[in-house]
């Protein structure tokens, strides 16, 4: 999987400001910078993304906390050592588990899983039906046919001898993202966009404020971001 340093691309919003006086460019921009704060914050794991993987079928291995895949370009075997502390050998053919009777023959792929796009066997893409998604990111093979043990790495996409996977990793934007993308965005707007003095410019420094016989007093920001917290508050639209 290619690393990846931020969202796709910017989160839909419903901006509880007036963005009118601002100039689309910087309303753009804020709204990027905003979803790719707020991408980060969630663990990386919001807004679906496609990818493009070239996934090894997973080994028959027995019950272990230790867990690994074929390597590409291997034979149908793989030497290990059991939990009983005794080499044995781990075929590629397909696994059975506690809650199946029979063997399935499945590939893992990093997740979470939003959707399969395609899936390329040596140049053939695959009817949809052939295949399903259980969780946590397993896809199975539905139509008696088994995915390939290995495969030529060597070669590019869909050419003879490749197995190749693409789908969308990540989870939706949903109406809790887009409220908060939408309040970050304002927030940026208002303190770095040129239309006030508050936001980003603000003194994060600040802890007591007093003005005209009115004192404020603010949390402390370190505590805010040392818990990985953006420092604005809950969205107020409504």
């Not at 027995?62 to 005794?86: H, K, M, N, R």
């Amino acid at each position: 999987m290619p690393l990846q340093t931020g969202p796709c691309a910017a989160w839909p919003t419903e901006l509880c400001c007036d963005a009118s006086e601002a100039e689309p460019e910087a309303v753009e921009r804020w709204t990027l910078v905003a979803s790719q704060i707020l991408w980060a914050l969630s663990g990386r794991r919001i807004g679906p993304c496609p990818v493009v993987v070239r996934p090894c079928k997973r080994a028959c291995l027995e019950s272990s906390p230790v867990s690994f895949q074929a390597g590409a370009g291997t034979g149908g075997w793989i030497p290990y050592i059991g939990t009983d502390g005794l080499w044995r050998n781990a075929s590629v053919c397909g696994c059975r588990s506690d809650c199946s009777c029979v063997e399935l023959c499945e590939v893992l792929l990093p997740g979470p899983v939003y959707d399969v796009v395609e899936v390329d066997v040596g140049g053939e893409v695959l009817d949809p039906g052939a295949y399903r998604v259980d969780a946590p990111g397993r896809l199975v093979r539905t139509d008696g046919e088994c995915w390939p043990e290995c495969q030529d790495l060597s070669a590019a996409p869909g050419e003879e001898g490749t197995f190749t996977v693409t789908y969308r990793w990540g989870l939706p934007v949903d109406e809790a993202a887009v409220a908060a993308v939408s309040e970050l965005t304002c927030h940026l707007l208002k303190g770095c966009g040129g239309s006030g003095s508050c936001g980003c410019r603000a003194n994060r420094g600040i802890t007591r404020l007093t003005r005209q016989g009115v004192e404020m007093e603010m949390p402390d920001p370190t505590l805010i971001y040392s818990e990985g917290r953006p420092g604005f508050r809950s969205p107020t639209c409504g």
